[in-house]
Each structure stands twice: as C-alpha cells, then as structure tokens.
C-alpha cells in the first residue's frame, strides 16, 4: 500500500533522486519541488511550465521548459537559458535524462492531431543541440544505464519501450525494441490511439537488478518489468493515475509515484495531484 507524502498540487511530474533529496515538477503551478524529511521546498518558478529535470556533473539544477522549449539551468537563483529547443521540438519538450557527462537527452510530444512521430533530442553541455533519434512516437520517459552503455525510451502513445546502444560521444545506435504493448495506429488522433495500446507508457526508473518501473498513464499503476515485458511487480495507486516514478531514500528502496486525475480529468486549476511513497524490495540502480 502506498503513503501519500504530499498533495494539493496540479500536476507532478517529472520526479529525481538527488543529494538526499526528492525533486520533481508541478506543471501547471511552474513550480519545481525538493521534497525530504524535514519537508516540501520550492526551488524556482519556470517559465513556460516544468517539465524533465536533471542535474549537471556540478550539480546544477536542468530543466525543460515545456511550451517555451528551452532547456534551463538554475545557477546562483536565477534560471539561465542553456539550449532553445523550438526548431526540433514540433510539441511541447517534455521529459529528459541527464548522464554522467552532463547530455541531456529530451523527448517531445510530437503533432498529436494527427498522432505523429518526432524526433528525440540530445543537448550537449555547451548548449549543442542535435538529434539523437527520429520516428519515435511521443518520446516521454528516458533513463540511461548506470554504465552509460544504453538508452531506454517511453514512447507513450505508441504503448512500448525502445533502446539504444549509447556511443561514447553520446549518439545512438542499434534501436530495438525492450518491450511492447500495444499496435498504434501513427496516423490516428491521440484519442484513437489509445485504443489500441495496453499500456500509455510514461515515466520510468531502473533499478539494481536492471528492471523498469513504469508508470502507466493508462491508470492501472506502475509496473516492474524487465526486458521483453515480463511482469516483475506492480503497485496498484487506487483512485490516482500515476504518471512518472523514481527510486531513491536512503537505501533506495522507496519508490516516489507522481500521481494525479485521470488523463481525461485533468483541470489545470484543479489540485488533486500527489506525490505517492511505497516501499520496494530491490534499491534503485546506483549511479
């Protein structure tokens, strides 16, 4: 059963394990969050709405901001602008994953009416922008392997996972497939894809025994998978819909949900998002 560590917020997202500490979004509030023991923090207001957030090889606060598409820093209190983002994202920047060498790689929604593929970018730390990957459909959640070896995916409307070999300049190579649950129809509207996928996959986090929690924007939970789409685990959310998870606390076994209405009852003056807590049996993997 899960613990809801917070509520009264309008949509979470994006949540990180970082210093100890729980950071994560609030989409329609332009707020981001810090959450530990001792309690919730603001740490800046953003511009154009939060979304992905990472942290530099400093330790510097990145984060996507979502209708202006620009990837931010937080240095000193003020937020700076690190890359625009416009001429390769055709939707709104969405999620990112920032590796060991500060390249930060961040996904869009893409044209959605009709349902479209689009591409999934990589900014590098001097603020080059290239394209990482093309033909993925609403690329949402992404990690990278603690070894920095791999890339893992959400394509959400297309209901699967894809993955990467990782170069050591940061391209990708060799796409596969890492799990799969559904057969989109590309040129359909959002609403007719989502008829035919199992599972709108959103948010992900590994953990050590190299296994993906997924959230399933769907509503049916987060589910523990590993390659191929076996079921490992799953946490039910009841009345929430979870949209993203991370693994951290001090011996990374909690599992932080961020959760909130259903995709089809989303107010953005509403305030029925939450930020959920359960405990898991295998820690987050270490970076």
């Not at 560590?5 to 100890?20: K, L, N, Q, V, Y």
């Not at 332009?30 to 090889?57: A, Y």
């Not at 609403?138 to 990690?143: C, D, E, K, W």
């Not at 025994?209 to 490992?232: K, N, P």
Request: aromatic fraction near 8%.
């Amino acid at each position: 059963m899960f613990e809801i560590i917070g509520d009264g917020f309008s949509f979470t997202e994006a949540p990180r394990w970082h210093e100890g500490a729980l950071w994560f979004s609030d989409f329609y509030t332009h707020q981001v969050h810090r959450w530990d023991e001792s309690g919730f923090q603001t740490v800046c207001v953003v511009p154009g709405q939060p979304s992905g957030l990472g942290f530099t090889p400093a330790g510097e606060l990145l984060v996507v901001s979502m209708i202006e598409r620009r990837l931010l820093r937080l240095r000193e209190g003020s937020l700076e602008v690190v890359a625009e983002l416009g001429e390769y994202c055709p939707g709104l920047a969405n999620d990112m994953w920032v590796d060991a060498a500060g390249r930060a790689y961040i996904g869009n929604d893409g044209p959605l009416q009709p349902l479209q593929p689009t591409v999934l970018v990589r900014c590098d730390p001097d603020g080059t922008v290239t394209v990482a990957a093309t033909d993925v459909v609403t690329p949402n959640g992404v990690v990278v392997s603690p070894d920095g070896r791999e890339l893992l995916l959400a394509e959400s409307f297309a209901g699967r996972i894809s993955a990467w070999d990782v170069s050591a300049d940061g391209s990708l190579r060799n796409r596969r497939l890492w799990a799969n649950f559904g057969r989109p129809r590309i040129a359909a509207t959002v609403s007719e894809a989502r008829k035919h996928v199992l599972m709108i996959t959103d948010g992900i986090t590994l953990n050590a025994a190299g296994h993906l929690w997924v959230a399933d924007a769907a509503g049916s939970g987060v589910w523990c998978l590993a390659e191929g789409g076996q079921i490992v685990d799953h946490i039910d959310t009841g009345p929430y819909t979870a949209y993203s998870a991370v693994l951290g606390g001090a011996d990374g076994r909690s599992l932080f949900i961020t959760a909130g209405p259903a995709l089809d009852e989303i107010d953005p003056e509403g305030r029925g998002a939450a930020v959920l807590m359960v405990r898991v049996d295998v820690p987050g993997a270490e970076y």
